[in-house]
């Protein structure tokens, strides 16, 4: 074992929670070693087919993250594989690993699928959820990362057919399990979750009732990559469905299960799935949604729940499902349930999808022996409130759905919070483990004929069982300028790498093409190649001959030939014309600015400066704490005003930390890595600073209400002010009436608060502690006790507590009568008004967004949410960035969020700051605009239009004129197309490029005659 | 016995019953091949679909045989075969593996009428009865295709190894566990083409196919997922609620 900390992680789990936090980890200096069980990453988003609230194909957005940690060089994929022993301690832990054998050598396999095709044996397809089935030899599916086959052992009958057709050579029916021992500084956990079993739950006739599905399987039938290719079909008969009821809560607050909590996140990706389902039926389709409470709590997730009741019409029945039968005859379903008014009734169905809840993976009590941890009632991990990632073991962390039921964005998150935390414990030792790549001085080719070097690719017989591949060869030879043009099996193995830079140095090659499959996932690949060769690595260009040619043209060879000279020839047009980029480059100032005071902001500093990095932190009030400092008392118990004290603690002592009080920030200027930012101090004066990142934490406010007499009425009150009265023991009432959603989800603001419900909660269990005889009454929309939340909702509702539910139809009428305080309210169950005088009514005031957050965001030019929160880069996969490069967002100016939330959200901001911070210089793409001044108008069209804020105006000589801040353009190239005088041009794609491309599918060029 | 007699073709092993005289009924007729490890079972296929009532294919007794061991790969191949009649309709007596050594007292005629009897007992073949012709005929051509499938023939072709050697990991599959692996293939590989050969006739649903093939829609559907992964079948349209699909032209 090395002495002292080791800069390297172990992130456990593959799923998009895995994947971020290895990409936080390896971005900012540290290796990792990431161990999935499954043959390739990806977990459960892999099989999603759309997500919600915005609707984006699942593996879409996810396969670019798949594909970075795939070939990012600090990740080592461990794939197929368990750990089974932990030793040593925090810094410095020893991991045993098995790696099961996959009987194909991962080195030699280029995954073209061959093995598959010719296998003669099926099994059931997993990853479709057993709708369909799968070879014995198989990859899980297309985008699988690694792309790296494995057999089925228990289903291969060691035939050998895959070992004599493995072009490869790379089947390997003798290799064994090995084990491995990894060297890690710290241990994520991210081992994410298994649907629960819908069979446990017998009454609802799943795996004996074929139209009954469970939501994931949904998701597959939903999917067009799935087994029935995105037409929504009932596996009874094949015919689509009418009629789909969707069942909410299966194996979710289920006290007979014993499954007392929430899953979180059924909810959301049933009304979505409903969604999507009524998107892809042709004809006419009705969904019935039955559930106990919507619980759509998330950023934008109530207006997502209007528009599914209002744009699709899906209906929405508030019931209890007792149970399910079928009828033989048709195949349908009755689902027999209780509706809001206790009646009983029996609807018939063609076909019903359970909402499973998410439970801990099967064999997670075994990792958490191995690995010391603790396992909570519902076997997921232990962590506490105050520190939401940390496991019972020093060193290990958590994320994901492994600590608790939550959707992507939140999973995501915390990834990044993990890695923070796994980082900040190694912080020294960052940089130490990762390998920094020499290359050879770059040759100066501006001078020189282009010297074109083709590579055609067979694929394995993904290109040339259609392809006449040497007859493109031969017709590449032809081509002008071409000085070498070769076939291989696959051009992407290493050992074709090996060859093209050979070819390179003996033809003198000065550009190269690559004619084979998407450069997506391989132009990065072929760059670096050509770069370990001299040469630019953008005088590099590909074809895709597979994905748009041989895959599309599988039947006509003889045309899928044509066309493959054809593209051949146009990229070959364009690789003329290709000139040298430069990666710009631009150096990082290691500071850090945290907007905000809060929990957020003092733990995303803390953060910062566990890592090394010095942080300024601007707080507009006179003291640290923001919202936290008027919470008393937790549902879970522990005590938030110690918590608070703590952090301030922290915070004040670490000289990393330069604290501003009752200051702002008045300007903000610059980019990624050298912003510049004037503050304000309290004595008037202004500081400038200089800092990499900003880090926005401004926190929200609660709203006053106007409804329900607050404010004219002393006995009508907010959560926070009953919550100061119990904490100050001036509580004192018998009767109180709490109403829900006040100042939320209504027509002024559509979405949830999220926290409402819980401190509603919270305070009825603390009345009734304080006095178990006071009556109280919750008059609630929705109870979103979501997570493990759920159990207190429950308490309360068992110490007496009365949950009455009311619709917007009918809300509750508060007066004062006399100066006696009413309250009417309709009753669903009596059918009928109840009337009350309660001696205190509470609102639960929503949580809004800052007032000051349109100021903020201007200063920083980015946007806001209709709602008035700030508008993270992507609201599933980059729930903590800005779409502007170097600035983050974390706790309640992002959303309304609970205290754990807020600290992940925190955690993650640091950790996504960190890996800019931790650079000395940030490498940025070479496909990046520039703006001829002499042409340039300036008239700000381009600036106006930039997505990415990457255009500023100068003063030049007199003259304002656009330019491009490199570091900023990702090379979209819409500036050049709005340019009134054709100012702008992007490199790589020059309008002579492409002319070049087009002249030359469209008309034959000369070829040259050999 | 009222009905005309049946129809048989014998393949015969060139170098097994080396009598002067055959004495066989009219209604046998002999095709002479090398071994009757030579006898693929689409060919066997192929001679019902022509007319045939009955097919032996007579070779010599083990151990003896002039290629080594040709007869005991005609016994798996018949094997399959079998499999493959009884789920044409056609049944697995209508064809017969004689293997007998030229030792054997018995001529081959005997063997010939024999033979000959059973068929006749059986009645015509199905081929011939007006309502079942085209089913049956159907039948055989999904059959004959499942005979030539590239998994089918991988089996046939490794059997032995598999069976009675070892397999890639060193082990030996029991003949229990083969036979049950053999018997969902050639199931899944006929219902396949069937649904091909029908679909390729007319786009046709799940409900239809089912119907006409007398098995699960559920069945039908999986089948389906399948054969569209496999290139072989596509959505063609939809009616109403009702998916139609169709079998895709190229192979």
């Keep these: 074992m090395a002495e002292g900390k080791v800069g390297a992680v172990l992130v456990v789990g593959g799923g998009v929670a895995g994947i971020q936090a290895a990409l936080d980890l390896a971005d900012s200096g540290f290796k990792v070693y990431m161990v999935d069980q499954s043959p390739s990453i990806g977990g459960v988003m892999a099989q999603l087919d759309k997500t919600f609230p915005t609707n984006d194909c699942s593996m879409c957005i996810l396969a670019p993250k798949l594909v970075a940690a795939g070939r990012h060089p600090n990740i080592s994929l461990i794939t197929n594989s368990e750990v089974l022993g932990l030793s040593g301690e925090v810094g410095n832990f020893e991991v045993k690993v098995r790696k099961r054998s996959r009987y194909i050598n991962e080195e030699k396999c280029n995954g073209c699928g061959l093995c598959a095709q010719k296998c003669p044996v099926e099994a059931i397809d997993t990853y479709n959820k057993g709708l369909t089935d799968r070879s014995a030899v198989y990859v899980e599916f297309p985008q699988a990362v690694p792309l790296k086959f494995k057999i089925d052992r228990e289903k291969c009958i060691g035939c050998r057919t895959c070992q004599e057709v493995c072009k490869a050579n790379a089947v390997e029916y003798d290799q064994k399990d090995s084990e491995i021992v990894l060297n890690v500084g710290s241990i994520i956990l991210a081992p994410g979750f298994e649907p629960f079993d819908a069979r446990l739950k017998s009454e609802y006739g799943y795996g004996r009732y074929q139209n009954v599905v469970t939501s994931i399987e949904f998701e597959r039938i939903l999917s067009a990559s799935g087994p029935y290719a995105g037409i929504v079909l009932r596996p009874s008969d094949g015919e689509i469905p009418r009629k789909i009821a969707f069942v909410q809560c299966v194996g979710s607050r289920d006290a007979q299960l014993g499954n007392n909590y929430c899953s979180a996140a059924c909810c959301m990706y049933s009304i979505k799935e409903a969604i999507i389902a009524k998107e892809h039926v042709p004809t006419k389709l009705d969904c019935t949604i039955l559930y106990m409470d919507i619980r759509a709590y998330g950023k934008e997730f109530d207006a997502y729940y209007k528009r599914a009741q209002e744009e699709y019409g899906i209906r929405f029945v508030r019931s209890r499902v007792a149970s399910i039968t079928e009828d033989p005859a048709t195949g349908n379903l009755l689902v027999h349930y209780v509706g809001e008014d206790e009646t009983p009734r029996i609807e018939e169905f063609d076909m019903v999808v359970l909402s499973t809840g998410m439970q801990p993976p099967k064999n997670v009590e075994k990792l958490a022996e191995t690995l010391g941890i603790k396992l909570n009632k519902y076997r997921f991990c232990q962590t506490n409130i105050f520190t939401p990632l940390e496991t019972s073991k020093p060193g290990v962390y958590v994320c994901g759905a492994f600590s608790s039921p939550k959707d992507i964005p939140e999973s995501v998150a915390q990834a990044s919070a993990a890695a923070a935390k796994a980082m900040a414990i190694i912080a020294p030792e960052r940089g130490k483990l990762i390998s920094v790549k020499e290359y050879p001085t770059e040759k100066d080719v501006s001078q020189e004929e282009p010297r074109i070097g083709v590579f055609i690719c067979h694929c394995g017989i993904n290109i040339g069982g259609i392809v006449n591949v040497p007859e493109v060869v031969e017709y590449a030879k032809k081509l002008p300028n071409v000085v070498y043009a070769e076939d291989n099996l696959y051009t992407c193995s290493d050992d074709t790498q090996k060859r093209i830079r050979e070819k390179i140095e003996e033809y003198k090659l000065n550009r190269v093409v690559v004619a084979s499959c998407t450069p997506r996932t391989h132009e990065p690949l072929f760059r670096e190649t050509v770069r370990e060769a001299g040469l630019n690595s953008y005088l590099f260009e590909m074809a895709n001959i597979r994905d748009q040619c041989s895959w599309v043209h599988m039947h006509e060879p003889k045309e899928a030939t044509e066309k493959a000279k054809d593209l051949v020839r146009s990229v070959v047009a364009k690789a003329r014309l290709l000139k040298p980029l430069k990666n710009p480059t631009v150096n990082v100032t290691p500071v850090g600015l945290v907007i905000g005071g809060g929990v957020s902001g003092m733990t995303a500093a803390l953060e910062l400066a566990n890592q090394g990095f010095e942080v300024h932190l601007v707080e507009r009030e006179k003291e640290l704490g923001g919202h936290l400092r008027k919470i008393y008392y937790l549902l879970e118990g522990e005590d938030p005003q110690k918590h608070l004290q703590r952090l301030v603690k922290a915070v004040m002592k670490n000289n990393r930390i330069h604290v501003y009080l009752g200051a702002e920030v008045t300007e903000v200027s610059g980019f990624v890595g050298n912003f510049k930012a004037k503050i304000r101090l309290s004595n008037g004066e202004e500081k400038q600073i200089e800092h990499g990142i900003v880090i926005v934490a401004t926190g929200a406010v609660e709203y006053k209400p106007k409804e329900y007499l607050y404010g004219e009425d002393p006995r009508v009150v907010t959560q926070h002010e009953l919550e100061e009265k119990i904490a100050k023991g001036e509580f004192n009432a018998e009767k109180v009436v709490m109403i829900q959603c006040v100042g939320a989800r209504n027509e002024e603001r559509p979405n949830c608060a999220r926290i409402c419900c819980g401190q509603a909660i919270k305070n009825a269990l603390k009345i009734k502690e304080l006095n178990p005889d006071t009556e109280v009454y919750v008059l609630y929309k929705d109870v979103r006790s979501y997570g493990f939340k759920e159990e207190y909702y429950r308490e309360a509702a068992a110490k007496g507590v009365l949950f009455i539910n009311y619709s917007d139809e009918r809300k509750p009428k508060v007066k004062n009568e006399g100066g006696k305080l009413k309250v009417a309210f309709w009753e669903p169950v009596l059918k009928q008004e109840v009337q009350m005088e309660p001696d205190l009514i509470v609102l639960s005031a929503a949580t809004i967004p800052n007032p000051d957050n349109k100021h903020i965001a201007e200063m920083l030019k980015v946007p806001l949410t209709k709602d008035g929160f700030f508008l993270e880069a992507h609201m599933k996969l980059r729930p903590v960035d800005f779409q502007t490069d170097g600035v983050f967002l974390c706790g309640m100016a992002h959303s309304p969020k609970f205290i754990e939330e807020s600290i992940s959200q925190a955690c993650a901001a640091a950790a996504r700051a960190a890996t800019i911070l931790s650079k000395k210089a940030l490498e940025m793409e070479g496909i990046v605009a520039s703006v001829d001044e002499d042409l340039c108008s300036g008239c700000r069209i381009c600036e106006y239009l930039c997505p990415y804020g990457a255009i500023e105006m100068l003063e030049k000589e007199g003259k304002t004129v656009a330019h491009v801040i490199e570091a900023l353009c990702k090379g979209c190239g819409v500036c050049g197309t709005a340019c009134p005088t054709k100012a702008i041009t992007l490199g790589h794609f020059t309008n002579e490029e492409i002319l070049a491309q087009v002249r030359a599918i469209l008309k034959e060029m000369e070829v040259a005659t050999a | ?251």
Excluded: Q
Excluded at chain 2, 226 to 245: F, H, Q, S, W
């Design chain 2, 1 to 251: 016995m009222e009905s005309n007699p049946p129809k048989i073709v014998c393949f015969m092993c060139n170098w097994a019953f080396c009598e002067e005289e055959m004495h066989v009924p009219y209604n046998v007729n002999i095709v002479r091949v090398m071994c009757v490890g030579r006898m693929d079972p689409a060919l066997v296929l192929e001679t019902f679909a022509n007319g045939a009532d009955g097919v032996m294919l007579a070779g010599c007794k083990p151990p003896d045989c002039h290629f080594v061991d040709g007869n005991l790969h005609s016994e798996r191949a018949v094997k399959m075969l079998k499999k493959l009649l009884v789920l044409t309709g056609l049944g697995a007596e209508r064809v017969k593996l004689l293997l007998v050594s030229p030792m054997e007292d018995k001529g081959f005629g005997y063997y010939a009428k024999e033979f000959s009897e059973e068929i006749w007992n059986l009645g015509d073949c199905p081929l011939k009865k007006a309502e079942l012709a085209s089913t049956i005929k159907a039948n055989i051509d999904a059959a004959k295709n499942a005979a030539s499938a590239f998994r089918l023939r991988v089996l046939l072709g490794r059997e032995e190894e598999l069976t009675e050697f070892m397999n890639a990991y060193g082990e030996k599959i029991s003949e229990e566990e083969f036979d049950a692996l053999l018997d969902e293939i050639v199931e899944a590989e006929f219902i396949r083409y069937k649904i091909y050969h029908l679909t390729k006739a007319k786009p046709c649903s799940v409900k239809e196919l089912a119907e006409t093939m007398g098995i699960k829609p559920s069945a039908v559907l999986r089948h389906i997922t399948n054969m569209r992964r496999k290139g072989m079948i596509a959505l063609d349209r939809v009616e109403g609620y009702t998916p139609l699909y169709k079998a895709l032209e190229v192979r």
